[in-house]
């Protein structure tokens, strides 16, 4: 299959990636390439500007912060996966990442192309969202702290704004938290027909704060408030985990298919999804 | 728009020859292999990344082929099915696919073993399970796998004791 041809970038420095952007708004970035080379090889993109971020030295790396963990841009799914400091840090995230599609698939795509494709049933916004994550977003004007909750705003759209990149993720320090992220995989494509990421601050065998990221089920990642807040204040018991899995869908409209999943099939599947992943917690 | 046919200077080593190449942005590094250095080894399936019949190791990582810019990979090492071999014939694994019977048509078979010349880099004794979890990325329509999860098994114990 051949590509319509484009122009091509490939910057050294995040200055000038941000301001080739700046001066081409017609251009998309290109990091691990598994969500736009496709899409591009079937003409559902055809950009006339990639600018490759492939070289650009800021993006690269995970650093340990006095507070957490930042995670660059181009950081590999199979680097999360299996990196020290994160699974030390922000065991979730390592986990998630481990789930994303197959070996080659990790070696390539990257985090800040994940969450800036933002597809509904991608693995990394659920635990970005269980784990507090603050996306650093960068324009030539400057940059801007995006909390998580914030950021995906529908199916394949997030908070960015035209000539702004995301330079970086923040996680704070999850070390101690109870986690868990569970998927069902669709058996043909990998993504999640449900995945549930957890992370809970437990004292006492008390819940003391629930966060719960859920995808797969609607147009975009969410953060499942009504069962955070059934969870919160309580031990993790049979009554208290049922209770909470049958408000995981509160607030939210559940996508269904005909082909392969009802509406209806998703949110029971999430529900149960839900209990297990609270399950192994407890 | 004369930039658009416009190429990109790279320096591509693949199975240890280095290239100098100016290359269009838009060429895969599937096309830049096969139609390029006619090294046709390297098999194009699906062509949408979902089969793995394509995949190469870049820099020591599998990789699928159909879906990454040569001139993406500036200065990197490739290494395709026809470099597996060495001067004292088979690879391991190659030998083992073969004492296995771990391929019929034989058309997935680069990508398989250069996916498991990956795995066998980066986790030297896997067990059953993650050779399976390894090799998620390809699909055989004619083995069945079992196989080829007990080749690459049988490989991976051969090096092992050669080493
Ligand atoms: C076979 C296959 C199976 C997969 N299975 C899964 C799965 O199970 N779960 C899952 O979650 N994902 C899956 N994926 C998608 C994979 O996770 C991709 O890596 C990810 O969606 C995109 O990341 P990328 O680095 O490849 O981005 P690219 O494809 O390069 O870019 C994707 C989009 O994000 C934009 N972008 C990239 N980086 C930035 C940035 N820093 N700032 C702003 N915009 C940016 C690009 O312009 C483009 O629009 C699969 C992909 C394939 C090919
Ligand atoms: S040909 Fe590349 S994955 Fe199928
Ligand atoms: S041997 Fe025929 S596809 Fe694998």
Same mark, same amino acid.
């Given at each position: 299959m051949s590509m319509t041809p484009f122009r091509y970038a490939r910057p050294m420095a995040l200055r000038d990636? %941000?301001?080739?952007? &700046? !001066?081409? $708004?017609?251009?998309r970035v290109l990091a691990g390439g598994m969500s736009l080379l496709p899409l591009m090889k079937m003409d559902l993109a055809a950009p006339e500007r990639l600018i490759d971020l492939g070289r650009v030295q800021? %993006?690269?790396?995970? &650093? !340990?912060? $006095?507070?957490g963990i930042r995670i660059g841009a181009m950081t590999r799914h199979f680097e999360l996966a299996s990196d020290e400091v994160v699974g030390r840090c922000a065991p979730i995230v390592a986990q998630a990442a481990a789930h994303v599609g197959d070996p080659q698939v990790r070696h390539r795509g990257t985090i800040g192309g994940s969450l800036a494709?933002?597809?509904?049933a991608a693995d990394l916004p659920a635990a970005m969202l269980a784990a507090d994550a603050v996306i650093e977003a960068a324009s030539a004007d400057g940059s801007r702290m995006i909390p998580a909750a914030d950021f995906f705003v529908g199916p394949l759209v997030t908070e960015l704004r035209p000539g702004e990149m995301l330079v970086?993720?923040?996680?704070?320090?999850?070390?101690?938290?109870?986690?868990?992220?569970?998927?069902?995989p669709h058996p043909a494509s990998g993504y999640a027909v449900v995945g549930v990421a957890i992370s809970l601050a437990v004292a006492g065998g008390v819940v003391q704060e629930a966060r719960i990221g859920v995808t797969g089920v609607a147009g975009h990642a969410y953060r499942a408030h009504a069962a955070e807040r059934a969870l919160e204040g309580e031990g993790l018991n049979p009554g208290v985990i049922a209770k909470a899995s049958s408000l995981a869908a509160e607030g939210e409209e559940i996508l269904g298919d005909a082909v392969y999943a009802s509406a209806e099939y998703r949110r029971h599947l999430l529900q149960v999804t839900l209990s297990r992943a609270l399950q192994r917690v407890s | 728009m004369p930039e658009q046919v416009s190429t990109t200077a790279v320096v591509l080593t693949v199975n240890g020859e280095t290239h100098t190449e100016s290359l269009p942005a838009n060429m895969l590094l599937s096309e830049y292999l096969r139609d390029h250095l006619h090294l046709t080894g390297t098999h194009v399936g699906c062509d949408t990344s979902q089969c793995?019949?394509?995949?190469?190791?870049?820099?020591?990582?599998s990789v699928k082929?159909?879906?990454?810019?040569?001139?993406?990979?500036?200065?990197s090492r490739i290494e395709t099915v026809e470099g597996l071999a060495g001067p004292d014939g088979?690879?391991?694994?190659?030998?083992?696919?073969?004492?296995r019977h771990a391929l019929q048509c034989g058309f997935c078979t680069p990508g398989v073993l250069m996916t498991a010349?990956?795995?066998?880099?980066?986790?030297?004794?896997p067990s059953p399970t993650e050779i399976r979890a390894g090799l998620d990325g390809i699909l055989c329509r004619c083995t069945g796998y079992e196989n080829i999860v007990a080749a690459v098994g049988e490989a991976a114990a051969a090096i092992g004791e050669a080493m």
């Open positions: 990636a %941000l301001a080739d952007l &700046t !001066e081409h $708004p017609e251009a800021e %993006l690269q790396g995970i &650093t !340990e912060t $006095p507070d494709h933002a597809d509904p970086a993720v923040r996680i704070p320090m999850l070390q101690g938290r109870r986690q868990h992220y569970e998927k069902v | 793995g019949a394509c995949t190469v190791l870049v820099d020591g990582l082929s159909c879906t990454v810019l040569a001139v993406s990979l500036d200065e088979l690879h391991p694994l190659q030998a083992a696919f073969r004492a010349a990956g795995l066998l880099r980066e986790s030297p004794r």
